[in-house]
Each structure stands twice: as structure tokens, then as C-alpha cells.
């Protein structure tokens, strides 16, 4: 084998040469997929802080609340208990 075969076998088994337009795509789409996942989750990390805090004074608020008639004190209580209940999972 000649020095010049052997340039040719490698440059041929490089499988990082040269990348075509569909590569180029999916690379960049990813990136962008990564980014905007990113974004989401943060988005999603900042803004439960705030409901956090806006659930605590709104159930405050219902317990505070004087009763109009028993079946609705009953089904109140039986929704705060169910979301205290979520909540803990």
C-alpha cells in the first residue's frame, strides 16, 4: 500500500467529515428542543413558588368564611382536605 491509499482509506472511515443538510437539521433541532425544554421547566420553577403561596391564603380565606348552609361548609372542607391530599403525594 501506497501513502496515498492509505489517505484515502481514512478520510473514507472519518464518519465526522462532511455533514449533510438533514444532520445539520436535527443538530440544530435538538438545540433548539433543549433550549426551549430549559425555558419550560424553568418557567414552570419559578411561577410554583408564587401559586404556592396563593393557595395557602386562598384555603385561609375559605376556612374563614362563614358557613351559609351545611352542605356547603361540608363540600369546602371535603375539597381543601382532597387538595391537602394531592398536595402530600
Known amino acids: 500500500m501506497s501513502a496515498d491509499n492509505i489517505g ?3 478520510a473514507s472511515l472519518d464518519k465526522y467529515g462532511e455533514d449533510d443538510f438533514f444532520s445539520v437539521l436535527v443538530r440544530y433541532g435538538l438545540f433548539v428542543g433543549a433550549i426551549f425544554q430549559f425555558v419550560c421547566i424553568s ?7 408564587n401559586e404556592s403561596q396563593d393557595t395557602i391564603e ?3 380565606r375559605l376556612i374563614d368564611e362563614p358557613a351559609q ?3 356547603n361548609t361540608a363540600r369546602r372542607l371535603h375539597k381543601i382536605r382532597k387538595l391537602e391530599k394531592k398536595k402530600r403525594r
Do not use: H
Not at 418557567?43 to 413558588?49: I, N
Open 43 to 49: 418557567a414552570a420553577v419559578v411561577m410554583s413558588g
Open 69 to 71: 348552609g351545611s352542605g
Open 8 to 10: 484515502v482509506t481514512a
Open 58 to 60: 386562598e384555603e385561609a
